[in-house]
């Protein structure tokens, strides 16, 4: 089938830490995303409505009738459109897949994730549809959604670990408690206990809110259902319980009134953009709260997946929504391991809130920077911030700070804001039982709480807006909203070894905390 097919930019995967074992089963049924091109986005400066995002940048209905004309060639069955999202679904034997995107699919197993469905080069797609899709995603199962939580130890020192009520008092929480808000919460592993939530709930005198959960080709387990998984597997789903129930205890302890939706997706690049995918086309939800990630430029992530997930979340901006994201939990090296600096994505897109951690020292909040700068089996951690080398500095974000890797570009600065991820850590229960914890993972539906809050406690007829670039501009009094709403962090570092270099804290906007940890109400009045 010589010239019939066309290589797919951005499609390239290399191995790594993985041996091929074998082949995949000829018969073996395979779900595909393919994403599809679309007249370019606008900047968010302000929001746009979704019947005007649909009326001018939803993909056009002869682009999706052309690609499922040829998919159906090879045998495959389009499962799901979603002109909004750009992209469509499909799904086919493997050995239909392999005709139609020639992946040279195998079986591979790693010492960390086991055994996978995955490839190796480029992906080529039809010639006919060369230009009208962008990616192919689902044809490799590897992981590229890891948590950014810190490890679960008892504090240091004899101070408690923060409540609900301490967090409003600590950053001056407007007072809505988030009353007819919707806010979002991504999640890649892990299950939801609501028995741990209405505990938490009681113990708290709050109210317990709705929270729904959203299966995105996958189905969310029970505890029933976790409990009866394989040794192996139970332990892993249960240490990443841990992280989603601390999502959603913080959201539903500082937004009692609001609505809270689970998005529960794979850890893959399909999980990915199938996840953000599902958000932009739901109903408007002013936050999304995002706590995984991964080094923009590790080798597990492909081109094309950056380009797609990131189109995503410039479309989640133009309609309004702040996708809050952490910015990792393992200093300046972000779990590379070279002699270079990273940051995580998403954490780098400029179409993201990216949110750092802080820790308290007595009622100062300083960088969160505990020995060695990075995550271990006995604590630790620091931290995500940088300089992106993929991502170009937005206009918006007139900042003076350069990479400490010569000869890199100047890129977007991670985070925008901090919020509390180390020491003394949030007071949450697990099982029944209690267990602090934090990490930038905690930071993040930090931060989409007090947007939904702040979203409750304005006039319902003004739509939300991407909050990031409104940072960087001046209030109505003249003064830069991130100096006038925040509350500056000018101590501390997020150097991990390697690369033993990294940022530091000073006076006004840096590559550590941003602008700071936040006034809410002051922030609220601002915007």
Known sequence: ???????????????????????????????????????????????????????????????????????????????????????????????????????????????????????????????????????????????????????????????????????????????????????????????????????????EGRREPKVTQVGVGTTPLTLDQVMQLPKRQRMQVLEESIEVNMDVQIVAGLCPQAQVVVYFASFDEKGWVDLVNQVIASSPVVTLSVSWGLAEDAPDWSSAALAAINERLQAASVLGTTVCVAAGDDGSGDQIGDDRAHVDFPASSPFVLAIGGTMLQGEMDVVWWEAPGSRGPNGGGATGGGVSIVFPRPDWQAVHVASVDPGSMDGRVVPDVAGLAGPPLYDLLFLGKSLPNGGTSASAPLWASLLTRIAASRDPAVAPAFLAPLLYQNDPTGTIRGKASFVDVTQGDNISTPPGRGYKAGLGFDAVSGWGVPNGQALAESI
Do not use: W
């Open 1 to 203: 089938m010589a010239g019939t097919h066309v290589p797919l930019p951005g499609s390239h995967r290399p191995v790594t830490r993985a041996e091929r074992i074998g082949d995949v089963d000829p018969e073996a049924r395979i779900e595909v995303t393919l994403t599809l091109r679309g007249p370019e986005l606008p900047q968010p400066a302000s929001p746009v409505s979704r019947e005007d995002f649909e009326r001018q940048y939803a993909a056009r209905p002869e682009d999706i009738g052309e690609v499922t004309a040829v998919l159906s060639r090879f045998g495959l069955t389009v499962e799901d459109v979603s002109p909004l999202a750009r992209s469509l679904r499909a799904s086919g034997t493997a050995e239909q897949v392999e005709q139609a995107f020639h992946p040279g699919l195998g079986v591979y197993r790693s010492a960390e994730q086991g055994e996978y469905r995955g490839r190796e080069g480029q992906v080529e797609i039809p010639a006919e549809l060369d230009g009208l899709v962008t990616g192919v995603f689902g044809l490799d199962q590897r992981r590229v959604a890891r948590r950014k939580a810190t490890a679960t130890v008892a504090p240091r020192d004899l101070t408690q670990p923060l409540r609900p009520g301490d967090l409003e008092s600590h950053y001056n929480f407007p007072s809505a408690l988030g009353a007819g808000q919707t806010v979002a919460i991504a999640e890649f592993g892990g299950a939801y206990f609501p028995d741990d939530l209405a505990a938490f709930c009681a113990r």
